[in-house]
């Protein structure tokens, strides 16, 4: 079966299923999946060097807001 961001297992009732992909260098860049969605990724074109992060309402679901903290340039 499949399961949500493809995780190898679905997640108990009332939590939500996340899955988070650090990336490779410049070869394979980071992702962030929530709840089946890809929030995050070189294909949505919203990731950078350094911190990427994803904040998301913990009782709703909802994206608040996308941002990167580039931690190289200072």
């Known amino acids: ?4 961001c493809g995780n190898q297992k679905s997640c108990p009732q009332n939590h939500f299923a996340f899955k988070i992909i650090s990336g ?3 070869v394979v860049g980071p ?3 929530f709840d089946d969605t890809v929030l995050m990724s070189s294909v949505k074109n ?3 060097r350094g911190l ?3 904040v998301v309402n913990g009782t709703s679901g909802q994206l608040l807001k996308v ?3 580039d931690m ?3």
Do not use: L
């Open 72 to 74: 190289y340039s200072g």
């Open 1 to 4: 079966p499949r399961h949500k």
């Open 31 to 33: 992702s962030i999946c």
């Open 24 to 26: 490779a260098a410049n």
């Open 46 to 48: 919203n990731i950078g």
């Open 52 to 54: 990427n992060i994803a």
């Open 67 to 69: 941002d990167t903290f």
